[in-house]
DNA sequence: ATGTTTATTATGTCTACACATAAGGAGTCG
DNA sequence: CGACTCCTTATGTGTAGACATAATAAACAT
């Protein structure tokens, strides 16, 4: 094999689909393969690496989901012009991201009440007239600390069961987790005015700005909860990659 | 086949990948695999579905990549205690960002200076004292209306280049992915509070709510660049999944 | 009781091959 | 010229089988 491209390492004799991530993520980089350009075929390409197929399409598909690569059948596989750099943020619950640091968690509910919803809700969560949903107002300490504000509404039509439970103990987040299954969700992140609500649980003035998470989230096209989750002073959400 | 559980469709003989993942994830959330439960190994499950190891290896690991079980060798495939929800932003080029939703968009140097790293730049991006950095203000308008103001510091020592751009024409952000390839990177999202330079060039008060991007970068362990970008009012950075 | 080696086992990944499927492109027909 | 069909092609995914590797558990020696 004139040609190989192989990698040797100590031991192995074959390549692994990683070494080939790594050559052609290189190659995508700082090499021949700029922005545009058309890859040759996974059969040419297995040849020239010195794997089978298999490998070289497992190669192919990771970097394709690292966002590098645009893959379509017949048409081939691509470089994308602007690589789509994302950043994965993990969303755990917040009882996780507290205890991470350390701290103790405490939960305590504010409020609870059951109505019918407001225009606004209807509107962003697609509800039909005179729905019924369960407001709760929430707290999520850290060390005896508000670390973070939960607004949530949860539709009754839906999630009946909702109405019987009190969220007294159980957070509403974990007990959701618990009880609809995967589901579509919809995430924002945005920065906020403290409101009154927010001064009195957080240690906000008013009008300070707040780093908030909204998150809808749908099961078999139903609108199951839309929550906002303000942040305490000085929060961040970071990520590495 | 008396026990298989393999998903009739109308054409297909084979259960594929997606049914098994489907079917996991039904018996995780709302099945008989709660948290924390090990699951049977490769070779019993792929017996059960009435599918190969290989397409059983194949809808675990994505599974596992979904952020629902914990696979580690001998010790089996365990379901997550609290599932990794994790959403991807994908970060796309500014530019790309404005065009997407059909604006012209238009860049803007607002200044640039070369300077000795302050103490505090040195401190966040670990360089060497009297290190030398570009410092550049840039702005980016969607149909004409600034859009995102960015504040960008480049480490000229490990990057010369930066020296000799002036950025005028070419943005700071489309010229570095260009010259630096792979790196690693640290994204923040937070809320600050509109300064005075925000205040200059975006629609903001001072002391409004901003919602700001920050993303560090390094290449070989050496400090590329620190960006801030704010953003205009009532920015949102949104995520499906 | 404690540290070290060894066996076992579940996942990780490679190979070769086969068929499925989407989509571009050529050819055909009105 | 446009709309349709059919062929070709590159990726998508399934199978069986083999070996690699990490990590636990058991056996052993100190």
């Known amino acids: 094999m004139p040609d190989t491209v192989r990698i040797e390492t100590a031991k192995a004799e074959t390549t692994t689909f990683r070494e080939v991530m790594a050559e052609i993520l290189q190659r995508i980089t700082e090499g021949p393969w700029g922005p545009g350009t058309l890859l040759p075929g996974e059969v040419e390409l297995a040849e020239e690496f010195g ?3 298999t490998t070289m399409n497992r190669a192919l598909r990771e970097v394709s989901e690292l966002g590098f690569l645009d893959r379509k059948r017949k048409a081939g596989t ?3 012009m602007a690589p789509i750099r994302q950043a994965r943020f993990e969303m755990p619950v917040v009882r996780a991201e507290v205890e991470k640091t350390g701290a103790v968690y405490r939960y305590a509910l504010v409020s609870r009440e059951v109505v019918v919803a407001p225009d606004w809700l209807r509107l962003r969560m697609g509800l039909k007239a005179r729905s019924r949903v369960v407001h709760l107002i929430c707290l999520h300490f850290a060390d005896g600390v508000a670390f ?3 607004d949530r509404w949860i539709n009754a039509g839906a999630l009946p069961q909702a109405l019987e439970q009190d969220f007294s103990e159980v957070g509403a987040n974990e007990w959701l987790v618990a009880t609809v299954p995967f589901s579509e969700v919809e995430i924002s992140f945005l920065a906020a005015a403290a409101d009154a609500g927010m001064v009195a649980h957080l ?3 008013l009008g300070d700005p707040v780093f908030c998470v909204e998150r809808a989230t749908w099961w ?3 609108a199951v909860t839309l929550v906002t ?4 002073r000085g929060y961040r959400m970071t990520t590495r990659y």
């Open 148 to 150: 973070q504000l939960e």
């Open 229 to 232: 989750l303000a942040h305490r």
């Open 51 to 53: 794997c089978s197929r």
């Open 220 to 222: 078999q096209n139903a």
């Open 78 to 80: 691509r470089v994308r």
């Open 203 to 205: 240690d906000h003035a």
